[in-house]
């Protein structure tokens, strides 16, 4: 599956964003998916995560209350991250990923990324 991930840009502390990233090549419903993040000069973390009935959710500690993670299980094709309250410590390049088993994505090794969204917290 192909994924390519949109909707990142410049955000005041304490504003909202939504990430989407749209599946092809195959239909997201076949795949858990998630979202990751990568901070300048720091590994890629991960974020938030979704089984592929849409029933389970993860998220990192850190963006719990925050961010919720969605999936349009009509189409097949879309995967959300809204995000708010945001922090400048939450700035960082975006990244959607799949996977067959929601325990891939769920502990970072997911086979197929998206590319990255930036998105930046700042006054």
């Known amino acids: 599956v192909q994924l390519q991930a949109s909707g990142g840009g410049l955000v005041q502390p304490g504003g909202s964003l939504r990430l989407s990233c749209a599946a092809a090549?195959?239909?997201?419903?076949?795949?858990?998916m998630g979202w990751f993040r990568q901070a300048p000069g720091k590994e890629r973390q991960f974020v938030a995560s979704?089984?592929?009935?849409?029933?389970?959710?993860?998220y990192a500690d850190s963006v719990k209350g925050r961010f919720t993670i969605s999936r349009d299980n009509a189409t097949n094709t879309m995967l959300y991250l809204q995000m708010n309250s945001l922090k400048p410590e939450d700035t960082a390049v975006y990244y959607c990923?799949?996977?067959?088993?929601?325990?891939?994505?769920?502990?970072?090794?997911?086979?197929?990324w998206g590319q990255g969204t930036l998105v930046t917290v700042s006054s």
């Open positions: 979704i089984s592929l009935s849409g029933t389970i959710t993860g």
């Open positions: 090549g195959g239909t997201s419903k076949m795949y858990a």
């Open positions: 990923a799949a996977d067959r088993t929601y325990l891939a994505v769920r502990t970072g090794t997911p086979s197929s």
